[in-house]
């Protein structure tokens, strides 16, 4: 497993699919909204396919995405961006698409399909609530927040497979069943596993 990316190394941004075009909901930095508008201009590429087939689509590699998407891949290389994920958001306030940029190759290789959905989950919520109040640093900040929970989280599981020999999904199950049956928040128990190293015990 590659290691999880560091906060500072990941740009994310949210389109938002709820009008009569894509538009940038959001972004943490201007070359994440670049590249969702690089997306847009030819309405292709990993944010429109995990809008339309719902579901992440990752690309470890932007470099070596076959000519798929050469506008993206442009401007990402000469933003010094070399990889993306595209999550679907889990929210109500509209269709909605959370993409994630890594400065490096491979930057979210570690992320399981069960991480995946967690993090668009957060992420849809953190947005949808902070969105009410109609103020632009609020959501920046909470998807900010969502991001370093994923960050915390993916570490938790580097940890768990670690120690236990275990899959990627099967230390997230560990994690998520820790959380249920202790009643506190999943970034909670994954906060004491990387403190402690030690994999969680459920308790009653």
Known sequence: MMPAAQPEAILASVTSFDGPSPRVLLATDPVAEELDRAQHETESGPCFDAYREQRAVSVPSIEESNGRWPNLKDRALASG????????????????????????????????PDSA?????????????????????????????????????????????????????DAFSILRKASQHRNVKLREIAREVVDAGTTPKPKA
Not at 84 to 107: I, Q
Not at 119 to 132: D, H, L, Q, S
Not at 142 to 158: C, K, M, Y
């Open 81 to 112: 961006v070399h990889s993306c994920l595209a999550m679907p958001m889990r929210a109500d306030e509209g269709a909605w698409v959370l993409n994630l940029y890594g400065r490096e190759p491979g930057a979210f290789d570690a992320i399981s």
């Open 117 to 169: 959905a967690l993090i668009a989950t957060m992420a849809g919520v953190a947005v949808a609530n902070a969105r009410a109040h109609q103020e632009t640093r609020d959501l920046v900040t909470h998807l900010e927040l969502a991001l370093e929970t994923r960050d915390v989280i993916g570490q938790a599981q580097g940890i768990i497979m670690a120690n236990e020999k275990l899959a990627a999904d």
